[in-house]
T-cell receptor, first 111, second 115 residues
Framework: SQQGEEDPQALSIQEGENATMNCSYK?????LQWYRQNSGRGLVHLIL?????REKHSGRLRVTLDTSKKSSSLLITASRAADTASYFC???????????FGSGTRLSIRP | GAVVSQHPSRVICKSGTSVKIECRSL??????MFWYRQFPKQSLMLMAT?????????EQGVEKDKFLINHASLTLSTLTVTSAHPEDSSFYIC???????????FGQGTRLTVV
């Protein structure tokens, strides 16, 4: 399957702590995007990182990409209750014009 | 940022009827559009990829005669669920991109319920 694998599947942390989610894939990508989805709602774009980039930041978000290991991580610092959501990586494969989603991480922030 | 508008946001239909979902890119030319289906508490599964003016490429296991996709212009793609059954009830989301290495913009999704 081309689907990205994300871990952990679920993560529960205390408000204020950092949350890290990982995404691994099997074949070459052009870029990787991270999205957030609140229950039953649409997707919110967080960050796009291209295959020639190693790290990007946006506010409390930090994304890294290691193409040699075929993996990416999303770090959310100083978590807030509003960060409770599902997070997905989306892989834009080099070989075909498709975008495939990872399995997702359900993040819960405890007050 | 770029906007993709998906309509309707919710639809309830009777078994055996067909439902059309529209996906429009409002301020850019979408050379490629994607259609996804999402079941509760699961990830988004790619159904098909469509390029403007050509036939859609369906993923394995997706019936092209049941899920008709039309991408007639650079700003509009439609997904028609034909002869809908209760098992087709799901959240359908479209996405549009300008190029191969650009951000994908997503519609708000359509919650289809077949009764």
């Amino acid at each position: 399957s081309q689907q990205g694998e994300e871990d952990p599947q679920a993560l529960s942390i205390q408000e204020g702590e950092n949350a890290t989610m990982n995404c691994s894939y099997k074949t070459s990508i052009n870029n990787l995007q991270w999205y957030r989805q609140n229950s039953g709602r649409g997707l919110v774009h967080l960050i796009l990182i291209r295959s020639n980039e190693r790290e990007k930041h946006s506010g409390r978000l930090r994304v890294t990409l290691d193409t040699s290991k075929k993996s990416s991580s999303l770090l959310i610092t100083a978590s807030r209750a509003a960060d409770t959501a599902s997070y997905f990586c989306a892989l834009r494969y080099s070989s075909a014009s498709k975008i495939i989603f990872g399995s997702g991480t359900r993040l819960s922030i405890r007050p | 940022g770029a906007v993709v508008s998906q309509h309707p946001s919710r639809v309830i239909c009777k078994s055996g009827t067909s439902v059309k979902i529209e996906c429009r890119s409002l301020d850019f030319q979408a050379t490629t559009m994607f259609w996804y289906r999402q079941f509760p508490k699961q990830s988004l599964m790619l159904m098909a990829t469509s390029n403007e003016g050509s036939k859609a490429t369906y993923e394995q296991g997706v019936e092209k005669d049941k899920f008709l996709i039309n991408h007639a212009s650079l700003t509009l793609s439609t997904l028609t669920v034909t002869s809908a059954h209760p098992e087709d009830s799901s959240f359908y989301i479209c996405s549009a991109t300008e190029g191969r290495n650009t951000e994908a913009f997503f519609g708000q999704g359509t919650r289809l319920t077949v009764v």
